[in-house]
């Protein structure tokens, strides 16, 4: 009777801006091992038939918001972990990494690629490795040379996370099975967008990923990836790409060229999800539009400072213009500002009892651009405990709620606004540091701007100092041909 095959399962997971002042550091961290890792994958509890006969290898799996760039000591203690545990475990037949794909670490521009390297020099050549990746990650040289296998979510935002994760290791065990190594090839397309432009609700992203299941319909061709890239990190592997494997050569070279092509044919069509605007502009039209009920709550995206794209997450610009209208300052429209991390602020007042008048200076300690931290008068109206920001309170100034959480968040699910005792369909305004807004708040919202603030993942490319990515690439560059030569492996 054959051998069940052993497969190891591993990774480091964040997205990092490297305009932004944050350093991601251990403590930004959710880190799993041992059967708390197995635990995390749907196709194990219970074992789905394809996985049976499959002898799984928990290594060490880190996972954090996006943020600043890595602190290199921290990134290099997962690692040497994650080798170690590697070779202690002795042969195994491949390995599933688990991934985001647009890592930055203190020292380096190709995180991922340091990374499978250093996992190679331990399992070898022999062994197949799969990757599972986030669309907005980048597939440098050196991963895609490393991997034998590499796919990403389908849908921005993203709701297909497991069934991607659940995907990349089918493909490695049936690959294994199979006892063939994948044909793959790779097309860079050179693009480089903000996931706000690219969301899969709209076109053309949602027509270049219906693609998708029709070209792994071919013979030959098992899997097909489409990664918009990283906007927000100014390295030489940022920009689109789109890589197909198969057990036919021909017929992934084919697909994939295909595919970067219809990639790169869309170029011109791509825009921003919701209308966007300055943050006066934003407010003026939310502010107005708080007479109709039908457009309540109006939500505005603080997109510059999104932690769910690396932002610091206490850029206070969007904040002070809230508080510089009179209709909100005087409560004659309810908003809230949803959030500043200020572990400071949180615990300068958080012991004190809801209702007490506090005075409070918060935000603009990690990203410290204009306005900088600016001063709170107003009362403590509410404390709570969110798993995503730790103590969290709630400070009302005039009919403002300002939420301030002692670690990073992004206010994406409305249980997070109900634990500070706001209901979102009652209240007018919220502007929340975010991109595209997420399934919950699409849903609560009833209409919606996205301001083009200042931050660490400007959407505004253009104003941000770029010095070490490919040129020419798109939108920054308009008038040149595309190379869309495929590589193949």
């Known amino acids: 009777m054959p051998r069940p095959l052993r497969v190891a399962i591993g990774g480091i997971h964040i997205e990092s801006s490297t305009f932004s002042p944050h350093l991601s550091t251990a403590d930004d961290f959710e880190v799993t091992r041992g059967d708390a890792l197995l635990a995390r994958y749907d196709w194990l509890s219970p074992t789905q038939p394809w996985a049976a006969d499959v002898e799984w290898i928990p290594l060490v799996h880190a996972r954090a918001l996006p943020g600043g760039a890595v602190d290199r000591a921290t990134y290099e203690a997962w690692a040497t972990e994650l080798v170690e545990k590697l070779g202690a475990a002795g042969p195994v037949d491949g390995m599933l990494l688990d991934i985001h794909g647009a890592m930055t670490v203190v020292g380096s521009n190709d995180a991922e690629g340091e990374l499978v390297t250093a996992i190679r020099s331990v399992l070898g050549p022999e062994p197949f490795v799969s990757a599972a990746m986030d669309l907005h990650g980048n597939v440098s040289q050196v991963l895609f040379d490393a991997c034998d296998l590499l796919t990403c979510y389908r849908t921005a935002p993203h709701v297909d996370v497991w069934e991607t994760r659940e995907r990349a290791a089918r493909n490695l065990v049936e690959a294994l099975r199979r006892q063939q190594r994948p044909h793959k090839a790779l097309v860079h397309v050179p693009i480089l967008l903000p996931g706000e432009m690219t969301s899969t609700r709209e076109e053309p992203a949602r027509g270049l990923y219906a693609r998708i299941p029709d070209i792994e319909s071919r013979d030959g061709v098992v899997d097909a990836a489409i990664w918009i890239g990283f906007a927000w990190a100014d390295q030489p592997r940022c920009r689109g790409a789109v890589v197909v494997t198969g057990t036919d050569a021909a017929a992934t070279t084919e697909a994939a060229r295909e595919l970067g092509g219809h990639f790169w044919a869309a170029r011109d069509e791509f825009a921003f999800v919701a209308p966007t605007g300055s943050m006066d502009e934003c407010l003026d039209t939310a502010l107005a539009a708080a007479a109709d009920p039908a457009r309540r709550p109006f939500f505005i995206s603080d997109s510059g400072d999104n932690p769910g794209a690396g932002g610091a997450d206490d850029v206070t610009f969007a904040l002070e213009r809230m508080l510089a209208r009179p209709e909100i300052r005087d409560g004659s429209r309810r908003a809230v500002f949803a959030s500043l991390v200020d572990p400071q602020a949180v615990a300068q007042v958080a012991d004190q009892p809801p209702g007490s008048p506090v005075r409070v200076t918060v935000g603009g300690r990690i990203d410290s651009r204009d306005p900088g931290p600016l001063p709170l008068d107003g009362i403590l109206e509410a404390v709570a405990d969110d798993p995503d920001g730790g103590r969290c309170v709630s400070v009302r100034v005039g009919g403002l709620s300002v939420f301030v959480t002692s670690r990073r968040m992004q206010y994406r699910l409305l249980d997070s606004y109900a634990r500070?005792?706001?209901?979102?369909?009652?209240?007018?305004?919220?502007?929340?540091?975010?991109?595209?807004?997420?399934?919950?708040?699409?849903?609560?919202?009833?209409?919606?701007?996205?301001?083009?603030?200042?931050?660490?993942?400007?959407?505004?490319?253009?104003?941000?100092?770029?010095?070490?990515?490919?040129?020419?690439v798109f939108p920054l560059d308009r008038d040149f041909t595309a190379d869309l030569a495929v590589v193949t492996g």
Do not use: S
Request: glycine share 10%.
């Open 420 to 472: 500070l005792g706001v209901k979102v369909d009652e209240v007018d305004l919220v502007v929340v540091k975010i991109g595209y807004l997420e399934p919950e708040l699409f849903e609560a919202a009833g209409d919606w701007l996205l301001a083009l603030t200042p931050g660490g993942v400007d959407q505004d490319l253009a104003r941000l100092p770029y010095r070490n990515v490919v040129r020419p």
